[in-house]
């Protein structure tokens, strides 16, 4: 009797890497898909699906090496769970993207063997992924804060100047809504430019969106930090002052290629479970000038460290600036958030750790000593040059 074999996936962008992956797991058995369902991508990614669940069911049902497809009825990135209680698969194959210590240890329990693939396209093909084709569709960069987050309001640099430090990312990966990466700002652009950033002055098209954004019409009566706009729009490393205002009073920019270079093989990502809607990171705040002091004395540091390729100083200020963050926010860390510092930051080679963003949710940043040191999951950055 043929072994039955399981994989999961959302298989939304439907692509012949997808297909195969489907052939290669197909070899270990009569092969079953489980599909995630409209309701749990919405929650894990913050957008809606290209295509209905239903209609992901049919196109994948209908691939020959697919013996049969279900809709996960769990949720959350463990949603396949009932569909394996259910059929009791021999195998469960997953991609070397997509093998977590939590998959692994649930086929442990259970007795099912579980095997990695490593990502290889078929013969004569260019290798493809979801990730490859949202980025194709949508080009525009984001951001990653490095330190001085807040400091962009003015209801905290009026109790003391100081930098936000960003970077400019390449979409090599898919970005999330609320997970911290100035989603709501990345979106504005997309609705004047769709496809990328137009070719001029960056600094005059940063304040441009930041304009768009913060429509005087608005009727949430809340502004965007500038910062969302600048570390998009500007490549490279930049830092901006605030001093009481909306816009900096400063910008300044670092394109050395060695710099970047450094940068990019110590920093990774790790996701995260989205901000909950709901979720408000500024209830029960607590800024005063000392706490705005200790966030911009990090940034400066920071910065400092940067420059001079000083990796300790680097760990040491961007943890200061998450703990000043902190000081001023509590509810950053609430939710999730706590449990994965916990995890990543005992990890050997992990030298410090904050959240892109508002918090509450989304990615944990972390400064590693290597990309050797780098955890098992890591989004690897590549840093927009100019």
């Known amino acids: 009797m043929q072994k039955k074999v399981f994989v999961s996936g959302c298989y939304d962008l439907l692509h012949s890497g997808h ?3 489907f052939r290669q797991a197909s070899a270990y058995g009569s092969l079953y898909v489980g599909i995630g369902s409209d309701a749990t991508i919405l929650h894990l ?7 209905s669940e239903n209609e992901r069911l049919f ?20 949603d396949f769970v009932p569909t394996v209680d259910f059929l009791k698969p021999d195998v ?14 649930f086929c442990k329990e259970r007795g099912i063997e579980y095997v990695v693939l490593k990502r290889t396209p078929q013969e004569g093909l260019d290798a493809r992924s979801s990730t490859d084709l949202k980025n194709t569709l949508c080009g525009i960069p984001t951001r990653l804060d490095l330190a001085g987050t807040w400091i962009d309001q003015p209801y905290v640099s009026c109790f003391a100047p100081g930098w936000a430090i960003t970077i400019s990312l390449e979409p090599t990966f898919e970005v999330r809504e609320r997970c911290g990466l100035s989603t709501s700002t990345r979106n504005m652009i997309r609705r004047i430019w769709p496809m990328k950033l137009p070719d001029m002055d960056p600094e005059m098209l940063a304040k441009l969106v930041f304009c768009f954004e913060n429509d005087p019409e608005r009727s949430d009566g809340i502004i965007s930090g500038a910062q969302d706009s600048i570390g998009i729009c ?11 205002r909306f816009w900096p009073l400063r910008i300044e920019s ?14 990774c990502m790790i996701p995260m479970e989205p901000r ?15 706490k705005v002091e200790a966030l911009a004395a990090a940034a400066s540091d920071c910065w400092d460290a940067i420059m001079a390729r000083d990796l300790a100083g680097f760990a040491a200020a961007y943890k200061a600036s998450f703990e000043a963050q902190v000081a001023m926010f509590p509810a950053m860390i609430q939710g999730c ?24 949710g989304g990615y944990l940043a972390l400064v590693c000593s290597g990309r050797e040191s780098f955890p098992e999951g890591a989004i690897e950055l590549k840093i927009r040059r100019g």
């Open 19 to 21: 297909i195969e992956f």
């Open 45 to 51: 990614k913050g957008h809606k699906t290209l295509y």
């Open 59 to 78: 196109m994948v049902k209908s691939i020959r090496y697919v013996q049969d497809a279900f809709i996960n009825a769990g949720s959350g990135l463990m």
């Open 92 to 105: 469960f194959v997953v991609n070397e993207d997509g093998s977590t210590a939590e998959k692994a240890a």
């Open 234 to 244: 500007m490549p490279g490393l930049v830092r901006h002052y605030y001093d009481n």
């Open 254 to 267: 670092c394109q050395d290629p060695a710099i970047l270079d450094w940068l990019e093989d110590h920093l």
């Open 276 to 290: 909950r809607p709901g979720c408000s990171v500024v209830e029960g705040k607590d800024i005063t000038k000392p």
């Open 337 to 360: 958030v706590q449990g994965y510092i916990d995890k990543y930051s005992v990890l050997p080679g992990v030298l410090a750790w904050k959240m892109p963003g508002a918090g509450g």
